[in-house]
């Protein structure tokens, strides 16, 4: 597993991390076991960067990682969020409360300070007011935090947060459905030492065309009860690609996947190629996922003829379908 510089904190993050947000159970249920397979997956597939959330599974997330101890625990980096708890969103963040939740995830985390922690898609108007970022890096002075970054929803937030002088990572939807942050935003974020982490790599799975029109998912899974918006941002599930279109077109990039990559892996090789990506937080229901999402570290990249005919798919044929504000 190759690692990249997580911007100006100089850690040292491996390029494939784990998303962690099915280890809450907000996807179906994973079972304790299961989890645990998970977790050593990652572990023994050299993933370092694990991402969560104080919500994921009402902190049940946070705690397995806490409790799976292996001989790596020391070398892994943990980035957990705060911003999306009911006592703070959408408009009762105060510096108190903020605190008093980032104190919880050091309890579930069971560590002194939180490696790297992320505002969770705070509403644009209350990430902007900037009181938020102030108070982070009042945290990082008092040693509850090392680092801090933005998940975020849009490119306007993205491009407010990207000049921060502290700022050490943005959080974005980044796949080959969502290719336009490679104009605007990676170059600033290049240009500022701000790390990329991508989230929703496989559009939520779609992009590993296992999925067929027909898929039922559980109802207690975001890609039921979210798919098209009902529950949070349109645009997060399936990446905000009506899930039709979005097995239709999984199933058109099927045919130019380079041999021996399924399109998973080319898929996640795609947004290795982009040089401001530091690490892709690639959610797994399973150990095998976790393995086959390592090997694109040790990939080839894919060929520019191959890398011009996704940017050309996506600019004329998927991006009209996008739903959401981007
Ligand atoms: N607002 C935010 O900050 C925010 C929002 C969303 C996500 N995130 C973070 O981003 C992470 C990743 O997002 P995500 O999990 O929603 O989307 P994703 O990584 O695009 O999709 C992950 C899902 O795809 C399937 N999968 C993974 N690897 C596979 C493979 N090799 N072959 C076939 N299927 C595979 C698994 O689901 P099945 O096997 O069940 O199909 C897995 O749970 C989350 O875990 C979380 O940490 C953050």
Redesign the pocket.
Known sequence: MKLRTLGKSGLQVSEI???????GND??TIEDERANQILAAADDNGINF????DV?GGGK?ETRIASHKSEHSSNRLIAT?VG?DGALYPDGYTKDRVKSNIEGSLKRLDVDAIDLI?L??VPTEVLMAGDLLAWMEDFQKDGLIKEFGV???TLEEALFAVTHPKLTSI?T?F?IFRQDHITELFPKAIEHDVGI???????????????KTDQQ?EEG???NYNKDGAF??VG??F?GIPFDKAVAFADQLKAWTPEGY?L??MS?RWLLDQPAVST???????P???A??ASVSDLASLSPELHKKLSKFYFESVKEHIRGVM
């Open positions: 991390g784990l998303g962690c947000w099915q280890l996807f179906g694990w991402d969560t959330a994921y997330s969020k999306r992320q969770h898609c998940s975020v929803e959080q939807i796949n982490i991508v989230r929703l790599p496989l559009a939520s799975g779609v992009l590993s065309g296992k999925f998912f899974d975001h890609r949070f941002s997060e599930t990446s399924s998973a892996q996640m892709v937080i690639t959610g797994a229901s399973r095998s996922q976790v086959e999402n």
